[in-house]
């Protein structure tokens, strides 16, 4: 029988993630859970229609999903039975900020991503929840800054199989230059990354100081190359893209091709953030057994584990505590509480929701204060 994907959140990325899904000829069906059903229903109508002008004709339903509700979400799973859950479902998206005119934007964004964790972590982590009452044994993948908030999670023994995007938008451009540099074809070169989110906007070019730590291994016919091509210098090439949510295109095809990996036999060597609620970044192993990080060599798991975590700083997370307490950097809390008059240096998650409503509410009035109405753009971008 051809598996079911259940999909959780129809936003900006969502979406793209189904217009992606309904063209995958190996799926059987794909579920779609999200709160608001007029908007769902018309959006699996488009993508169906338009899969099925394409030549494809892709098994799609809609379901009312709201992970607030966790035993109505534990039966909804149970009922429907699917291989692989992922979930796109956060309480604000993450290029709001990107509203704002520019010198406030630069302000705010200078605290790192990390501040923002509340909004991520909290339907992740009901979802989680909703998932052991449903005693679910499939594949959850996440994309909600899942190099944070899924680490946090393996703390509380929630931790979803993996995340998805990050790094892996990273590779494809490593892979790119070093090709060109090699004068090779694409297929004979392969990247092995460990590196964290806070990577990414050095990479896409965000003026920045300190890059953090990665460790990065080009090979191509099998050997290594990574020094004789440079590959640190095309890591941090420029490489501009569109701001935004059209990124969403890359988020989403690096998502569907893990799904394959993980419904095919074979399994495939790839990139995913947190293998198993791991910090940051890894190579992966993905196959129906899961995720796996991929043994690299000359590098030990426990040194990747130190890279990701020294990397959260640059994220503006200090560290990552055994019961899932998160502490921020100072300088990071004190942005947000200067700015927005929002106070928080540590989150347990069990206060995360409280938090997400707080932090959302303040920021709100924060863009209203510089002429720019937050519902109203989200509403006309999505
Ligand atoms: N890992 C990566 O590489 C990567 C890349 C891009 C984005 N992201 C992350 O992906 C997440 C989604 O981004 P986005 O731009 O798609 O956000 P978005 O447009 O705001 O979409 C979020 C969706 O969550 C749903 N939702 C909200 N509350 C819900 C609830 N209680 N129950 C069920 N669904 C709920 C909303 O739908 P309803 O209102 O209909 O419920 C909404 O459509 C963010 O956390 C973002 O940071 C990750």
Known sequence: MKPTVMLIGLGGL??????????????GRIVVGSRNATRGVAR???????????????TIGFVPLDLNDKEAVAEIVQREKPDIILSTATMQTWWLPDLLPPEQAAIIKSAGFGVWLPVHLTLTLKLMEALREANYRGITLTAPFPDVVNCVLSHLDLAPTCGVGNLDEIVPKVRLLAAER?????????????????????????????VPPYFLRV???????????????????PYPLPPGPVTHFLTAGSTVR???????????LLHAPAPNGLPGGYPVIA???????????G???AEAIVINERSHRFDGIERIEADGTVVFCPEAAEVLRVELGYECERLTPDEAEDRAQELIARFQKYAERYGVNLRENVRREV
């Open 14 to 27: 969502g979406s793209i993630v189904l217009e992606l899904l309904a063209r995958e000829e190996r799926l």
């Open 44 to 58: 699996c109508n488009l993508v169906r229609l338009g899969a099925m002008a394409q030549g494809y004709a892709p």
């Open 182 to 210: 090699l004068r090779a074809p694409l297929n004979a070169v392969r990247v092995l990354l460990v590196a964290h989110h806070a990577l990414e906007p050095v990479v896409f070019g965000e003026p920045t100081g300190e």
């Open 219 to 237: 090979e191509y016919g099998g050997q290594d190359v990574t020094e004789n091509i440079h590959a640190d210098e095309l890591l941090l090439a």
């Open 258 to 268: 893990l799904m394959r990996a993980l419904l095919s036999e074979e399994g495939a």
């Open 287 to 297: 196959s129906r057994e899961g995720v796996q990080p991929a043994p690299i060599e």
């Open 299 to 301: 590098l030990a798991l």
